[in-house]
């Protein structure tokens, strides 16, 4: 009994240092190339997808084809430096980090689901939705990052609102919806995680 009470506090003080420390699993290289697929997908959407309101499926393809693509990159980089570190400290960090961020990717899924198979007529929320959400995630992570991060939160959600005010008519899921929130907004990420973190570590 007491064998076990002494691991689970090991257990406990393990993840205590985790939430304390900050995590450095996510890096620039990784944020930003996700952030110029973001840009090179708003480029391609109007050859890909001429008329968003008719081609919602295409339209859903692409972008959760981005979505998937920029999470198994981030994937693989987590995955690859914790084999490489093999700290359990180092596997605890990641776990938290990606406990605080998965929620908002599964509701942001679950939404996504539910517009296009009941509700095709507000798809054009769909954007700013998704900005909003993943705002609160960047939110839920910020404190395992940099205190900076919490401003490309903010960024997320004050694009989201952009995208909902003006997102109607004409705007109907044009491409400048995911580009301002996505591809700049993980730019501005990527340059906030460079400038905290890995330039000093370079230097």
């Given amino acids: 009994m007491e064998l076990r009470e002494a691991l689970q506090q090991i257990s406990d003080i393990r993840q205590q240092m985790a939430r304390s420390e900050v995590f450095r699993g996510y890096r620039s290289l990784t944020v ?11 480029a391609v959407q109007p050859r890909w997808v001429a008329d968003p309101s008719v081609e919602l499926g ?10 998937f693509a920029s999470v198994l990159i981030a994937g693989v980089e987590l995955l690859f430096r914790v084999r490489k570190a093999g700290s359990g400290l180092t596997r605890d960090m990641t776990r938290l980090a990606v406990e605080q961020f998965v929620p908002c990717v599964l509701v942001g899924g679950l939404l996504t689901i539910c517009v296009y198979r009941s509700a095709p007529d507000v798809a054009w929320m769909l954007p700013g939705l998704w900005s909003l959400l993943f705002g609160l995630g960047v939110f839920a992570s910020s404190r395992l990052l940099p205190g900076l991060v ?4 903010l960024y997320y959600v004050v694009s989201g609102c952009v995208c909902l005010y003006w997102g109607q008519g004409e705007n109907f899921l044009a491409p400048w919806k995911m580009a301002l929130c996505f591809g700049v907004g993980q730019l501005l990420c990527a340059v906030i995680l460079y400038w905290t973190l890995e330039r000093k570590h370079a230097s």
Avoid at 34 to 42: I, K, N, Q, R
Avoid at 58 to 67: H, M, Q, S
Avoid at 150 to 153: F, K, N, P, Q, T
Wanted: with cysteine; charged share 5%; hydrophobic share 60%.
């Fill in 32 to 42: 930003g190339s996700s952030g110029v697929l973001g840009l090179l997908a708003a």
């Fill in 58 to 67: 295409r339209y859903l393809l692409l972008w959760c084809g981005v979505a």
């Fill in 150 to 153: 919490a401003w490309v939160g």
